[in-house]
């Protein structure tokens, strides 16, 4: 511990030193960062990593609406929307299918247009589609409440059970009410957990709304966990009440976008530091890394999670082979549940089509992971077989930031929406 401490210190210093306070911050190769940038051809000034959703959309020439919607246990979610391309539809052109998207923990909707013309939003956009881009409950795009104050530690009071049961319901009724179609929802890692806790609290509901979810390394069973980190969260239990009281509940794991700013830019040697701690939990992949897009993606793929939510994804580590509610403990769950333990989420209730996607180099998402997931949902809603992507080293971030992106994996997307 003290390695890492003292590490992050060393970085930081040298950081403030050798910072020159150039104003293109990407450049098309690595080697690039250690020259004069702002007299070197290769490299650029890109405003995204200072933009948000709304503003990066604009800036690459697409029309944007802006949408506030509240949950029924008061959070107050912003969802944006791209209905078309960069040039307006005709009349005649018929009503474009809506995607929704849903980011991963401690990322935001940024994290689906933040690597350019490589974006998921945007190719979907591109590719004819009606593309929201929603989030969930304490991220910067949902970080006000009707009564609650984000200091307060009530309003950090919530799991990825309260996601799915309150957020995701008051999203997709936003886009069906608008859109008056059936949804496709595309979910990566949290953001496919959510999927399922929606899909199995209101089936019905979801089968009327949703024609199908394409889930992107899904987190739901998490037992077969690879990550050096777990044998961090065999502590968390007693770590957590410590965290909870000095940060009334909220927790940056990818540390918030200021510091990262600091410790991650401008050099490469500091970005590869950061995604080492990344590539920890995620899996190691150093080449698709994009010298490009980096910058920017390390400094905007990073938001709060609750530390309720980490404690209930660590459960699912530690716990064994459940997909359940939130384990508050014997006499609490009798309290809350009405039984001993938390109620399991039954996924023999799903009833929309799913499409699972893997990689072989996810440390959280494994091969057994997302098996056992599989083979616990109704066949009638598994029209097609597990997708793998075709590239061994692929691992849990690569899902929104790898160089190869599109050609492993997007394209794949462009075309299984097509089937449903």
Same mark, same amino acid.
Request: net charge neutral; with cysteine.
């Given at each position: ?207 009327? !709304? ?7 390394? %899904?987190?739901?069973? /998490?037992? @077969?966990?690879?990550? *050096?980190?777990?044998? +961090? ?100 769950? !009798? ?7 938390? %109620?399991?989420?039954? /996924?023999? @209730?799903?009833?929309? *089509?799913?499409?699972? +996607? ?63």
């Amino acid at each position: 511990m003290r390695w890492i401490l003292f590490s992050a210190i060393v970085v930081i210093i040298l950081s403030l030193y050798l910072f020159k306070g150039y104003r293109n911050n990407v450049c098309k190769t690595f080697s690039d960062y250690y020259t004069n940038t702002d007299h070197n051809e290769n490299c650029y000034y890109n405003p995204d990593a200072h933009l948000k959703v709304d503003e990066i959309v604009k800036r690459r020439g697409y029309p944007v609406e802006v949408h506030n919607i509240t949950t029924e246990d008061g959070y107050i979610i912003t969802v944006f929307r791209i209905p078309f391309g960069k040039k307006k539809p005709s009349i005649k052109e018929k009503a474009r299918q809506p995607v929704f998207l849903l980011h991963g923990g401690v990322f935001n909707s940024e994290s689906y247009i933040n690597i350019g013309n490589k974006s998921l939003g945007f190719l979907l956009v591109d590719a004819g589609y009606d593309v929201w881009l929603g989030t969930f409950r304490g991220t910067k795009y949902a970080r006000n409440h009707k009564s609650l104050s984000t200091t307060e530690r009530d309003f950090w009071n919530f799991s990825f059970h309260e996601m799915g049961i309150y957020d995701i319901p008051a999203q997709i009724d936003l886009v069906s009410d608008i859109t008056k179609q059936e949804i496709i929802y595309i979910g990566y890692s949290l953001g496919a957990t959510n999927a399922f806790v929606y899909g199995v609290t209101y089936p019905e509901t979801a089968r009327k !709304k949703i024609k199908a979810f394409i889930c992107l390394a %899904p987190a739901a069973f /998490l037992y @077969e966990w690879k990550s *050096p980190t777990k044998h +961090i969260l065999r502590f968390w239990s007693y770590i957590e009440p410590i965290a909870e009281y000095f940060t009334n509940g909220i927790l940056y794991l990818r540390l918030p976008h200021k510091l990262r700013s600091i410790l991650c830019l401008p050099y490469p040697f500091q970005m590869d530091i950061c995604q080492f701690v990344d590539m920890l939990l995620w899996g190691f992949d150093y080449e698709q890394s994009d010298p490009e897009t980096l910058p920017i993606t390390l400094i905007q793929n990073s938001d709060a999670i609750s530390i309720k939510t980490f404690s209930h994804i660590s459960q699912l580590v530690i716990n064994g082979r459940k997909f359940q509610q939130f384990d508050y403990g014997q006499n609490k769950n !009798k309290e809350m549940y009405g039984t001993k333990e938390p %109620p399991i989420y039954n /996924l023999t @209730e799903f009833r929309v *089509p799913v499409y699972l +996607i893997r990689s072989e180099n996810d440390f959280l998402v494994t091969k057994e992971n997302i098996e056992k997931l599989n083979s616990s949902l109704p066949e009638k809603v598994k029209p097609y077989d597990i997708y793998v992507v075709r590239n061994e080293r692929f691992n849990h971030g690569d899902f929104v930031i790898a160089r190869d992106v599109v050609p492993l994996l997007y394209n794949h997307i462009l075309d299984i929406i097509t089937k449903f």
